[in-house]
């Protein structure tokens, strides 16, 4: 496989064609998802490739690059399974590494410290830095996946509300056509916006070089490490 190319694992190929025929998604917004699945696949090898040696910020950069990829594979296996609480988790974590691309942008020098527990304010607040709309989406997010007051009434649809009547379900549930496009738009623009934010750091040899060497390969253990 070239180091410049990296084609889409068959999981990806499938969650797409799934939600694009399911929730009738719009080809150039799977066309756009599927180049920046395909894009931070690129910047992995880009990261790992001719570094026989791991300075603590090239760990972080594949950390980040693997973990981003991780939500939004889970955040479209989320919406197949009808998990809406898992999907919006996944987004979260998605804001979360956002918020991370824009601290270590601020302070390159300082990515070292995510390989120490650094508190999710923080991301939080950068994230809300460079994107001020980030503030009511995480809020909404939180309620969502905490257990708090609105996750309590999952489950719950009102049937007649002068009554106060309801009917309960369990489980998961398929979700809605429309509701569902909206949720892989979604995905679709953080997976564009972290192709960029991580490609900014991804060759920055001051983030790269950052910290104390702290793994080594031997140039052939392992193979390539796309299944």
Request: aromatic content about 6%; proline content about 4%; overall charge neutral.
């Amino acid at each position: 496989m070239p180091r410049s190319t990296v084609h889409l694992m068959q999981y990806e190929i499938e969650s797409l064609e799934w939600v694009a025929a399911k929730f009738g998604v719009d080809d150039e917004v799977i066309q756009g998802f599927g180049s920046s699945l395909n894009a931070l696949g690129v910047l992995y090898l880009a990261v790992a490739k001719d570094a026989p040696e791991y300075r603590e910020g090239r760990v972080v950069m594949l950390g980040l690059l693997n973990h981003a990829h991780h939500l939004l594979a889970g955040g479209l296996t989320a919406l197949q399974s009808g998990n809406g609480i898992v999907w919006s988790a996944c987004l979260r974590g998605l804001i979360e590494v956002y918020g991370a691309t824009v601290l270590i942008q601020e302070k390159p020098g300082k990515v070292v410290n995510h390989l120490s527990e650094l508190s999710a304010g923080k991301l939080y607040a950068a994230a809300h830095r460079a994107k001020p709309g980030f503030k009511e989406d995480l809020e909404r997010l939180h309620a969502v996946v905490h257990p708090g007051s609105r996750s309590m009434y999952v489950g719950i649809e009102p049937t007649d509300p002068n009554f106060r009547e309801v009917r309960l379900e369990f489980g998961l549930r398929p979700v809605k056509k429309g509701d569902g496009k909206e949720a892989v738009i979604v995905l679709a623009n953080m997976a564009g916006l972290l192709e960029q934010s991580l490609g900014t750091l991804a060759d920055d040899p001051q983030v790269l070089g950052a910290g104390k060497v702290i793994m080594r390969t031997n140039g052939s253990s392992g193979g390539s490490p796309f299944r």
